[in-house]
């Protein structure tokens, strides 16, 4: 191809980016920096961005909090950064990087573990730096026999043997398999970021479910669900706090009741990948509403879901898509009192969409009835509702699964180090010279034990005054 990248051209700096540290740190560093903005900024609930009109009134509840900056940050699309194109494309560079590397690497380290190299040059004994050198008066035999049992003594559960012409190459390590460790790390970085992918887009958590006693809400999210709720039960301390709340609900499917159950505080209902906790419970409206043909278009509970700024209110919502209303319902919180609002009574305001002028305003006695904006409202009783979390989340056990591949990797990168040892025998004049030496990442935290596994196998083979460690002659 002219004027551009060939095919593997292409690929080879796609392989390039990908194995680079420094990319890695700038994708995490995005991602950081993502994470943090669906952390700090306002979030849009579920579901309410699959409907444009609901979307857009939320928009405009937060807006006197972003102020010019709202419509920017919507654009970009920061009040749903996890469900984002950028979250996801750093996600998957992120992946990417990870796999890519732990794949480069691994046939390194499988080759360490399992077929190192034991004969070393002269150089490498003469220049690493751990080394050590002495002389034994015993033969090259008895040398190395006793080698071997100090080393093994030593944690170095593997040592490798070969000769090379008159010498013999040593080649002793422990924990072998310790660096697997860091490809563990990377990979469970890449398993949980795979349950969050695969949450994020084919599960949901919805923390606001209400449903009023005798009613039925559908669950939505392409679930087919819908939940009634039968009854409520509720019992509290001497101090009134709630000390236990429990809900009987049926389960719908299509229509069809397919399970049945008491959820309680710890106790959810799990079907079909969806769980229902128990969460909260409050007062809740039952009205019905009748179109100008007679027609009832709304007839259930709404649940008293929200507080007025001077929390002295209750605040329910609900729509008439077809009439285009949006019904608010308000009544006094339990313990307050508003004289416009009278004991047994409820407030209607009533808008239209395209205005943020109330079509009316009507307070309600039970059982009566009003007619605003050609629809007639009528407020039937009070009732409870209860509060559920309903989440589906099909990426917690690759979550579980990566936490614990982390937990193990980590595990082994601090715990088990991997270290090696060289040695070298050769005869000499009137027995044997050993030479030892390591090369370490890690190297001041190494001289210590260094010094004391040549001292102990010094011993062991019976080494003579002249040693030298790290370029010292030591008496």
């Known amino acids: 191809m002219s004027g551009g990248l060939t095919m593997s051209g292409s690929l080879n700096w796609a392989y390039r980016k990908l194995t680079s540290m420094r990319f890695a740190l700038v994708l995490l560093f995005v991602f950081a920096l993502l994470t943090l903005a669906g952390t700090l900024l306002v979030q849009v609930p579920p579901g309410v961005k699959d409907h444009p009109g609901a979307y857009a009134e939320w928009l405009d509840e937060i807006r006197p909090r972003y102020g010019g900056w709202t419509d920017v940050l ?26 890519t590397c732990s794949v480069r690497r691994t046939p390194g380290l499988w080759r360490t573990a399992t077929k190192p190299r034991v004969v070393m040059t002269e150089a490498f004994f003469e220049r690493a730096p751990h080394r050590a050198s002495f002389s034994t008066a015993g033969d090259l035999n008895a040398a190395l026999g006793r080698l071997r049992s100090a080393l093994r003594k030593n944690g170095f559960t593997r040592v490798v043997v070969e000769r090379d012409g008159d010498d013999v190459h040593v080649c002793a390590d422990r924990f072998r398999w310790g660096p697997f460790g860091r490809v563990a790390v990377h990979l469970s970085f890449v398993v949980i970021l795979a349950g969050a992918v695969l949450t994020a887009t084919g599960g949901f958590r919805d923390e606001a479910f209400a449903v009023p006693v005798g009613g039925k809400k559908e669950v939505g999210h392409g679930t087919g669900m819908a939940v009634e709720a039968k009854s409520f039960a509720d019992s509290y301390y001497t101090s009134g706090e709630p000390s236990d709340y429990a809900s009987q609900v049926v389960l719908y499917r299509n229509g069809a009741p397919v399970h049945k159950q008491e959820i309680r505080v710890n106790h959810p209902m799990r079907y079909g990948g969806v769980t229902f906790y128990q969460s909260f419970f409050g007062p809740s409206v039952v009205m019905k509403a009748k179109a100008p043909d007679g027609r009832v278009v709304f007839d259930q509970g709404v649940p008293l879901l929200y507080s007025s700024q001077d929390e002295k209110h209750s605040i329910g919502r609900f729509m008439l898509p077809k009439q285009d209303l949006t019904v608010y319902v308000v009544s006094p919180r339990s313990g307050e009192v508003d004289p416009r609002i009278g004991a047994g009574q409820t407030q209607l ?8 002028t109330p079509v009316g305003i009507k307070v309600l006695s ?23 979390i309903v989440a589906r989340d099909p990426g917690s056990t690759l979550v579980w699964i990566g936490a614990t591949l982390l937990v193990l990797g980590l595990f082994a990168t601090f715990f088990f180090q991997h270290r090696r040892v060289r040695a070298v025998v050769r005869r000499g004049s009137g027995g044997s010279e050993i030479g030892v030496a390591a090369i370490e990442r890690h190297q001041e935290a190494f001289a210590g034990q260094f010094e004391r ?22 008496a």
């Open 453 to 474: 596994l040549v001292e102990e196998i010094r011993r062991a083979v019976g080494g003579g005054a002249q040693t030298e460690i790290g370029g010292r002659a030591n």
């Open 366 to 388: 039970q059982g009566r009835q009003a007619t605003i904006g050609g629809v007639a409202f009528t407020f039937l009783r009070e009732r409870e509702f209860t509060g559920l």
């Open 74 to 99: 919507d654009t970009l699309g920061l009040f749903s950064v996890f469900s984002s194109i950028w979250f996801k494309g750093t996600l998957l560079l992120l992946s990417a990087s990870l796999v």
């Open 349 to 356: 305001e009533i808008y239209r969409s395209s205005t943020d």
